[in-house]
C-alpha cells in the first residue's frame, strides 16, 4: 500500500513540474514599440483580448522618453538610446491609449485589443 501511495505522489509531482515547466516557457507574444523623434513607432499596437503580451520600448532617441497609460495602469522611463520591457494584459477588447510624459502632444498612441 505504501508503494502505490509513493508513487502515486510520483506521478503527480512529475505532473507539476512539467505543468509548472509548461508555464515558464510558453511563449508570451512581444511587440516591439520604437520611440524615435518623440513618436511612437506604430502608433497603433493590435493585441488579442484575454492575453498577456510583452511589449519592447526602443528609444532610439537621445533624450528619455517615459511610456504612460492610465487606462493600462503603467508608467515606465526609457533612457535615451536605451529599452525596456513593459508587459500589459490580460485585457479585454477596447482601446487603451498610451503617450510620452515628456513629449505628449507628438509621442501618442493606442493599444487596440480584439
Known sequence: MKDISLAIRNI??????SLSIGTVFAATPEIEL?????LFFP??????????????IIN????????ESFE????KLVVGNGQTVVFIGPLQPGEYPFFGEF???????MVIVK
Open 12 to 17: 503527480l509531482g512529475l505532473l507539476l513540474l
Open 34 to 38: 520604437i520611440i524615435k523623434d518623440h
Open 43 to 56: 502608433a497603433t499596437l493590435e493585441i488579442p483580448a484575454g492575453q498577456k503580451v510583452r511589449i519592447r
Open 60 to 67: 532610439q532617441d537621445p533624450t528619455p522618453e517615459e511610456f
Open 72 to 75: 493600462l495602469n503603467r508608467e
Open 103 to 109: 513629449y505628449p502632444k507628438t509621442a501618442q498612441g
